[in-house]
């Protein structure tokens, strides 16, 4: 790529090309795009969109896009992605659609684009370091702990001995020589790239963590870091593909993990605040605090690591005597007393340890013991200042054999770190299928801490519908640190719709007959309700349920009362389990919340989606219950505020399985009665959905089922 001159702009310095002043337009972009496809045309959202992200460039606006399923908004953002000079960054929440930018969209674009452009645009994925083989961990890993591998390793092991690759023996140290012999070959080391791969216990002994990491000046082999050689990658690149954790990461850290770029577009973006939450997020656990213990040993004195060890004891016991679940009235005094120990222990092993100097011995190891015993520090802390804007839990294990115990706090909202962090030196354009819930992006935008909207271009068809829903949308209130006052730059919101007519291809069906669902589990008149119609289409059914137990339910009953083939998640790998439901018509799939998002079966494998009960987060959902309560004790409806946009949006997720093309027929069957029958939020909830046909009448759904059955 040509280097012509250097030109400020939002704030960095950056390079671009002689060609600049010549780049096509977004609308040519696109349009040789689709062009590129045989019967390919671009369609009606999809130029809304792009043509909104170029407006939004040229005014530096921000921009919140809906765009239904079926849209193509990959390319709507694609094509105005590449008249910015310098790197777009493009940010998912989920593999499958980074997979599809990089292994269909991006090539297919480069390749219809270069002779628009006069050159083949470029591309590259951005991932957290430990997604990458780590060669200084790889040397180590035979001396890593007892957890980890199949033995201790000695202290200080001669400099001349040669590496013990656990022996040579099990499972795990055949893995260790795979690696081993895969580092000579790969160019990448992409643990994407691995095949077959390894699991999870192998690759962490050969990969580190980004705290853990001593840097490229001081690591042995800096020069050769394939952590490092990808982030130069992108840095080259017009297009880079990253994720939601690392980009909030990048947030938190400063930004400088990310290049600098002014453009970024945010996929999925009803996924960010929650991802965001996660990396905010902290835990102290016994396990991490004998790690420290082992790790510091040999660079603190004997004592001090048996203080940790003791610190570690004493908050297994008071892990163990706390229940599960928010800590409303402070720490517990067993849990204070644990916390108060580890601050003092790792204080004075910080100071043991001290700065990493120019001739350690071996700075990586240094530096990992140095980052654990940090990152115990700072939780700890945290937990005994009891912050008004943290929140505090026990987590226990739900699942049998499991005994991980942790004591967590994350934040109460991250709506002003989104909008401190995210939106400065940049456009940022976030969108997804479900931004506008109840008809209006108020809330989602809130949640991204974005201030009051500016008036927005719209479809005709969403303003319409947007001024019908409006009086009939809850009062959303902010939680606490989601306030109104929060300061920001100027956005706008463009609904596109979808190509695809839902009053003609889908029913949305509610069982309002049904009685308001109380104990957890399935019901037995919505498991009377769920074979009914499970039976008028002859399988071809997704069942999305609130919970294991009703799904283990709903897949026993209809085991028993039919001859259909169940798939249950959990019984086998998920993409498996996708794949024999995709390539059985008769089956069924029954799953709890990874199914909501996670599936794309077009055409008629997939006519009936049933969905147990509305998705509100469950009462022992600590930040969901914290974030109520904040709104409750300022005046608000917690409820309105915080559970109804969660259900919204997963409801509309968990909904958006079954019309995926525009071939595709069938019926949404919520057995919630509350979704007719509850005053206000009810209707806020249709219509954060796609606008299906809406029928209350059973004879109306199983009619409409029986005639897919015999069509098929």
């Not at 929440?93 to 090539?107: E, M, R, Y």
Request: glycine fraction near 8%; proline fraction near 7%; charge should be neutral.
């Amino acid at each position: 790529m040509a280097r012509a001159r250097i030109v400020g702009g939002y704030g960095y310095r950056r390079t671009v090309t002689s060609s600049a002043r010549t780049r096509p337009s977004a609308e040519a972009l696109l349009a040789a795009a689709v062009g590129s496809v045989p019967g390919g045309a671009a369609r009606a959202g999809q130029q809304q969109m792009t043509n909104a992200i170029a407006e939004s460039l040229a005014a530096r606006e921000h921009l919140l896009v809906q765009a239904g399923t079926g849209t193509g908004k990959s390319l709507g953002y694609l094509a105005p992605a590449l008249t910015v000079d310098g790197p777009v960054v493009i940010s998912t929440a989920t593999l499958a659609l980074q997979s599809q930018l990089v292994d269909h969209d991006l090539p297919r674009l480069a390749d219809a684009v270069e002779p628009v452009l006069g050159r083949r645009p470029t591309f590259a994925v951005l991932k957290g370091r430990h997604h990458y083989l780590c060669l200084a961990r790889l040397e180590n890993s035979a001396e890593e702990e007892p957890e980890d591998t199949l033995f201790d390793a000695p202290a200080s092991p001669p400099a001349a001995a040669p590496v013990k690759w656990l022996g040579e023996a099990g499972k795990l140290g055949k893995q260790i020589l795979r690696l081993q012999e895969w580092a000579m070959e790969t160019s990448t080391g992409d643990r994407d790239e691995l095949d077959p791969g390894v699991d999870d216990q192998a690759w962490k002994q050969v990969s580190m963590p980004a705290r853990e990491c001593v840097g490229a000046q001081r690591c042995p082999y800096g020069t050769e870091c394939f952590a490092e050689a990808s982030r130069a990658r992108a840095r080259e690149a017009d297009v880079v593909i990253t994720n939601h954790s690392l980009l909030a990461v990048d947030m938190l850290a400063g930004r400088h993990i990310v290049p600098p770029h002014k453009l970024l577009v945010i996929d999925e973006a009803h996924e960010l605040a929650d991802r965001v939450s996660s990396a905010s997020q902290e835990e102290l656990t016994p396990e991490l605090v004998d790690r420290a213990a082992r790790r510091s040993r040999p660079l603190i004195q004997p004592e001090l690591a048996e203080t940790l060890l003791e610190a570690g004891d004493a908050l297994a016991v008071g892990l163990a005597e706390a229940p599960a679940g928010r800590i409303v009235d402070g720490l517990p005094d067993p849990l204070r007393e644990a916390c108060t120990l580890l601050d003092a222990a790792t204080r004075r092993a910080l100071e043991k340890i001290g700065d990493i100097k120019a001739d350690d011995p071996d700075p990586v190891r240094k530096q990992q013991a140095k980052a654990v015993i940090g990152d115990i520090s700072k939780t700890a802390q945290r937990l005994l200042e009891e912050a008004d804007h943290d929140v505090a839990w026990v987590e226990k294990p739900d699942r049998p054999g499991s005994v991980r115990r942790a004591l967590v706090v994350a934040p109460l909202s991250v709506a002003g770190t989104l909008a401190t962090h995210l939106y400065d030196e940049r456009t940022v354009v976030a969108t997804s299928a479900t931004l506008a819930l109840g008809g209006r992006f108020d809330t989602v935008a809130r949640a991204l801490g974005l201030p009051g909207q500016v008036p927005a271009p719209r479809t005709p068809a969403a303003a319409a519908a947007a001024t019908k829903t409006a009086a009939r949308s809850p009062n959303l209130s902010t939680t606490a640190g989601e306030v109104a006052e929060i300061g920001g730059p100027g956005w706008r919101s463009l609904d596109v719709g979808s190509p695809f007519e839902y009053a003609k291809q889908g029913i949305l069906y509610v069982a309002a007959h049904l009685p308001r669902p109380a104990a957890s589990g399935l019901p037995a008149q919505a498991g009377e309700e769920l074979i009914t119609l499970v039976e008028s289409l002859g399988g071809r059914t997704l069942g999305l349920f609130s919970s294991r137990r009703a799904a283990q339910q709903a897949a026993e009953l209809v085991r028993a009362r039919t001859d259909l083939p169940v798939l249950l998640q959990g019984d086998e790998s998920l993409p498996l389990l996708v794949r024999r439901f995709r390539e059985d018509k008769a089956s069924c799939l029954f799953g709890v919340m990874s199914l909501w998002q996670g599936v794309d079966v077009p055409g008629d494998a997939c006519q009936l989606v049933v969905i147990d009960r509305l998705p509100f987060p469950r009462p022992d959902e600590p930040l969901a219950a914290a974030r109520a309560a904040a709104v409750d004790a300022s005046g608000g409806s917690g409820f309105a505020a915080v559970s109804v946009p969660i259900a919204a949006i997963r409801l509309a997720q968990g909904a958006g399985r079954l019309i995926r093309s525009h071939g595709d027929k069938g019926v949404v069957a919520v057995l919630d009665s509350r979704l007719e029958t509850a005053r206000g939020y009810g209707a806020f909830l249709r219509n954060s959905l796609p606008p299906f046909w809406y029928t209350t009448k059973q004879d109306v759904a199983v009619g409409a089922l029986k005639r897919l059955a015999a069509s098929a």
